[in-house]
């Protein structure tokens, strides 16, 4: 009997011992899956049963949602063919500053419109989300007056007649500058530009005393001209 239970005792060692220097996890149902599961039955009825739970929750929902979308009014109305007269340089008539380019347009309202009422633009072909366009700006310039030399970002509008641009970048260059105003029956409407900008960033992103320099100096004017004396911010 000691002569057969020693090869058992001494396989059990070894099987012990190659067990571990494996990297075998250790047993357990959740390593196995073997956990208990609930698996249902997509049976006709169950499935019938929870579209029309579904459907019935749903459908009011979408039925407002339609209803007050049907209550916007919007009106759509491109000007650039109206307002560009036939040059042959559209580019060099745009760009020169002593051109008076005021243009008048009719817009006919056929649904009433409750105030407020809110004005956007749209740019065509304006690739906005170019990588090197959206890296071309300084937050450092903005956030604070002593960092307005901060401009490795802003390449290639960094400086200009060897004077640091405020504020720089491609985005501040390019700054859209067509303004409008509205009337109605000859009544001027009064356009509110004020709160348009996120809190966050008119309290924590940028800084109030941060005032335009050096801005639009350069050879190719991008955009719109900023007030000296009107902090970039506002």
Not at 152 to 177: D, R, Y
Not at 194 to 207: L, M, P, Q, Y
Request: glycine share 2%; proline share 6%.
């Amino acid at each position: 009997m000691a002569s057969s239970s020693a090869p058992a005792a001494a396989g059990s060692a070894d099987s012990t011992t190659t067990r571990r220097n494996t990297k075998r996890p250790k047993y357990s149902k959740f390593t196995q899956q073997e956990l208990p599961a609930c698996k249902p039955i997509l049976t006709p009825r169950a499935v019938i049963s929870a579209f029309l739970l579904v459907s019935v929750v749903f459908i009011p929902i979408g039925v407002a949602s339609l209803l007050a979308s049907r209550k916007v009014v919007e009106i759509v109305f491109r000007y650039e063919s109206r307002c560009l007269p036939n040059v042959t340089n559209k580019l060099a008539y745009i760009q020169n500053p002593t051109t008076d380019k005021t243009c008048h347009a009719t817009l006919n309202v056929t649904k009433h419109m409750k105030s407020p009422i809110y004005v956007y633009y749209q740019l065509d072909n304006f690739y906005q989300n170019h990588r090197r366009y959206v890296k071309s700006r300084s937050d450092e310039q903005l956030r604070n007056l002593k960092d307005e030399s901060s401009t490795s970002t802003c390449k290639p509008e960094e400086s200009a007649n060897n004077m640091t641009i405020v504020p720089c970048g491609l985005i501040a260059w390019s700054l859209f500058n067509d303004t409008y105003s509205f009337s109605v029956n000859k009544t001027k409407l009064t356009v509110n530009k004020r709160g348009i900008s996120w809190k966050s960033d008119r309290e924590h992103k940028f800084g109030k005393n941060v005032f335009p320099r050096n801005f639009q100096n350069s050879s190719i004017v991008g955009g719109a001209h900023l007030n000296e004396s009107i902090p970039a911010t506002w």
